[in-house]
């Protein structure tokens, strides 16, 4: 099944809602900050990123290179529970992130995959540091409230 340019808005309606941008984007033909809609066959100025998660732009060099892209296909097809089973490719990443992206004065990394089990495990450390606080206080274990908003959501 082919669907074409023109028919992706129509297509995607049928079963979700589809109230993003109106273009197609082109996952082969942009590069960098040049996005490229198929729907009206143009280049466009890429000022979103994506809400920044794409923030070297689409198909960076080193992104797009073969070697990359052969090692991201061999763990993409797999995704093991990291916290309980270790791979090699694990140990690499971390041992290059800790190298690069780590500030000196951390000595721990807490992976989460997914934004449910971040606020979850947020709120557990949140909860842990209150409590700490009301021990060094005196007042026992007690406080889990951390904050609360009334009608905020």
């Known amino acids: 099944m082919v669907i074409q340019p023109k028919d992706v808005h129509k297509t995607l309606s049928k079963y979700m809602l589809v ?62 529970t990291n916290s309980d089973v270790y791979t090699v490719e694990l140990a690499e990443f971390v041992e290059a992130f800790a190298k690069h992206a780590m500030p000196e004065h951390f000595k721990y990394l807490f992976f989460i995959s997914g934004g449910a089990l971040a606020v979850e495990n947020g709120l557990k450390t949140a909860f842990d540091w209150k409590i700490r606080k009301n021990l060094e206080k005196g007042k026992g274990e007690s406080g889990t409230q951390v904050i609360h908003f009334k009608e905020a959501f």
Do not use: Q, W
């Not at 198929?38 to 920044?52: I, N, T």
């Open 19 to 80: 109230d993003g941008f109106d273009l197609v984007l082109d996952l082969k033909k942009s590069k960098g900050c040049r996005v490229y809609d198929s729907r009206s066959e143009r280049y466009m100025l890429d000022c979103f990123s994506f809400f920044a998660s794409a923030p070297l732009g689409i198909n960076h060099p080193e992104l797009t290179a073969p070697g990359f892209l052969k090692k991201l296909a061999e763990v993409a097809v797999n995704k093991p």
